[in-house]
């Protein structure tokens, strides 16, 4: 049922990504070469996914903000954050304790021919759409 819920989403998400050129530079690359990002503490939040103490649904959207779009579909749901440069799709199952907890993070390129962004640089862009 798992899979069959993320690969209906990975379809939606699919969906999003449009086929048309930007004129909007791209970002970079990040920081200097060799050099490690810090890791944010949404890109923290994202990493657990799937671990015992990953993010509950509440915690993610009060850290996020509301997401573009959200499916429920049995015992699990999707959020769906539509950034400029960047798709996340956040799925999330219930644990032992009925709470919505994130089971997996999918970031990938708003653009067709475009990279997939890393978990860093989508949360980085929707922690400054947050703040905006």
Not at 15 to 32: K, L, M
Request: a positive charge; hydrophobic letters at 45%; charged letters at 15%.
């Amino acid at each position: 049922m798992r899979i069959a819920a993320s690969l209906i989403a990975l379809m939606f998400l699919a969906a999003c990504a449009t086929a048309a050129p930007s004129s909007a530079p791209q970002p970079s690359g990040g920081p200097a070469a060799g050099a490690a990002p810090a890791q944010s503490r949404l890109t923290q939040m994202l990493a657990a996914a799937g671990s015992a103490n990953a993010p509950t649904q509440a915690e993610i959207e009060r850290a996020f903000g509301p997401a573009d779009i959200t499916r429920q579909d049995g015992a699990g749901a999707a959020l769906t954050y539509r950034l400029e440069n960047c798709a996340l799709l956040l799925l999330f199952s219930a644990d032992a304790r009925n709470a919505m907890r994130l089971t997996q993070s999918h970031p990938s390129a708003r653009r067709a021919g475009e990279a997939a962004p890393s978990l860093n640089q989508c949360a980085t862009e929707a922690d400054a759409r947050r703040r905006s």
